[in-house]
Structure formats: C-alpha cells, structure tokens
C-alpha cells in the first residue's frame, strides 16, 4: 500500500526540550529523529523525512531564519513525493510564524505548525501525541487548500486566527470562532470552511515596525520615540473599538505628519475596531487622521502583516485595502 509522504522540519521549542539537571530547568536538546522515534505507529500512516533546521526556543525565532524557512517548505511542497509539511516550534511565537508563512505561501498543500507545552522529562509530555496529530492533519485531503494550519491537544485551527491564551494549559491555542477541526481517531475532521486567505508575494520585510499597547492615562513618548528611532510603521494597540487616551493623539499626529504608517488595534482578546466613537481620540478622528483601522487583528499578527505590506510596498491606500479588505492579494 502506497503511503503519503511528510517531511517534518524541526526548529525547536518545548516540544525538543528535555530539563538540564546542572540548571534546573529545560533547554532544547532533542533532535528530529529522537522527538520522532516517541511518536509510535506512525510509521503505518506515513513516510517520514526529516529535516533538522535548527534547534531554539521559540523566542530565538528571527526573520532571518523565517525567510529561510519560507523558501524551504516553498521547494519541498513543489515536490512531487511530497503530500504536506510539519514545522515544529516554541510555542510562545508560534502563531506569529504560522501567520507568516499563511501570508507568504500560497500552496494547496498542507502546512502544518505543531509545538508543545510541556517538555519531554514532564510526565504528560504532550510533543509525541501533537506530532503524530499534525502527520494526520497533513496527510489529510480535507486539509487541502486551508493554508497554514496550527495542531495542538488534537485541535485545527487557522494560523490567521489562532492565539496563544494560556501559559501553562494543554489547550491554550485558541480561535475567537473556533477550531476548524480535530483530529479524531487518526482522521482529521473539518468543522467549517475558512472564509478568506491573504498573500504578500515578497522576500522582503521591513523590520522597522514597533508595537505600542495603550493603558490608562498613557502619554505619546513611546510613539515619538519610535518615530525618532525611525520607525516606518507603528501598531498602536488601542482601548475597546479603537481608542486612544487624549495624550496619545499628539503622538499618532506627529507620526503621521513624518510619513510612519500607523495601524490601530484594539488590546481586547476578541472582536474588531471600528469607527464608533467621535470623540478626541476615539476611532473616528484617529481614521480621519489617516491611521489605518486594524479589523480584528491582533498587535502581534498586525505587526507580521504590517511589516510584510511595507515590504513588498510603500503605497499606502495598498496598505490599507491589506487591513481592510480581507481577500486582498498583495
């Protein structure tokens, strides 16, 4: 019987890491074939390649190495032999690097990013049974065609979607609409399409975006240092629907006035910002100003596309229709 073939490229995180008695605590140590050789039976879904691009914690992650990767899942998914890849990672920038590589593959093959909570000298180690669930979501015809995907605790979600909401909890990867499947008795099962996807056809990001979360009474000297330091876009995670402490809006002003791009969010874990409120500072006058309203994204994943828009142009009304029309191709 012909079996699928899966190339898993392994970078790190939890899910490689065992505890080094001399500190006391967990670093990665754990190849590709070793974290593999856990995962038991998997030999009779799939043909496994392994590719052992590096070995960090998921806050080592760079763009450097993200580019890099994005080129290697590219060629391996044109391969004939090849049915989806797996990326292993840390968890704490997981969906940032999922969201990446969604925006920046367009491949009807799956791609599945898979990590772990707890390291492999913890008992309940949760690596082995997220990997085998990942192989299943990728050698799955159901996961055709829905882009990048997050496998963890048995649960699909979306990378434009998915965020990490707990430090500790097996199921801390979450989306605001839910998953999009699970994996079930080895057979991954789709609860709802997905609605839109996006790609930025570049290789080039602009590593000069800063994130700026709001909290009460905040005045604008993060914005104008930013500006100073030569920011050329700032995200700017506003209060409820997109608002802003009266302080604040000299700052967005002056960034506007030098040319930076400045996109609102809101810092609340669920819903969009929208042009409510006509106050000082509120939504209204800040898109009247010129900042781009965000929709629903999130500070970090706003950060990814903002920095990947600005890549590929300077163009602002192209930037703009990226955050506001959904399906947007840039």
């Known amino acids: 019987m012909h079996k699928p073939k899966v190339c898993i490229i392994f970078t790190g995180g939890t899910i490689s890491m065992t505890v080094d008695d001399t500190i006391g605590a967990a670093i990665p140590t754990l190849s590709g074939e070793q974290i593999l050789s856990m995962v038991s039976n998997i030999d009779k879904l799939a043909d496994i390649e392994v590719v052992n691009f590096c070995e960090i914690p998921g806050p080592h992650m760079t763009f450097n190495k993200l580019l890099e990767l994005k080129n290697l899942i590219k060629q391996t998914l044109d391969r004939q032999d090849i ?87 097996l199921n801390t990867f979450q989306s605001p609409y839910g998953p999009l499947g699970i994996i079930d008795t080895n057979d991954l099962i789709v609860y709802r399409d997905i609605a839109f996807r996006q790609h930025i056809d570049t290789n080039t990001v602009e ?83 010129g900042a781009i309203m965000g929709g629903e994204m999130r500070g970090p994943k706003a950060r990814i596309k903002l920095m990947l828009g600005l890549g590929k142009t300077q163009d602002i009304e192209e930037i703009k229709k990226l955050f506001s029309e959904e399906s947007y191709v840039l």
Request: overall charge neutral.
């Open 207 to 289: 590593r000069r975006v800063d994130l700026i979360k709001t909290v009460l009474d905040m005045d604008d000297r993060f914005i104008r240092l930013s500006v100073d330091a030569g920011a050329k876009g700032i995200i700017v995670e506003a209060m409820g629907r997109g608002n802003l402490p009266l302080k604040m809006l000299e700052g967005v002003k002056y960034a506007l006035s030098k040319g930076v791009v400045v996109v609102i969010v809101s810092r609340c874990s669920s819903g969009r910002v929208f042009e409510s409120y006509g106050y000082a500072g509120g939504g209204k006058e800040l898109s009247d100003l």
């Open 83 to 169: 049915t989806g890849v797996i990326v292993t990672h840390g968890t704490d920038t997981l969906e940032e690097t999922a969201y990446f590589l969604d925006l920046t593959i367009r491949h009807h093959k799956p791609v599945v990013v898979v990590g772990a909570m707890r390291n492999s000298s913890e008992l309940g180690y949760d690596g082995s049974s997220n990997l085998a669930a990942a192989v299943c979501t990728a050698i799955s015809p159901k996961a055709i065609d829905k882009g990048v995907l997050v496998v963890l605790n048995n649960e699909v979600n979306i990378a434009s979607e998915v965020t990490k909401t707990n430090t500790l909890s």
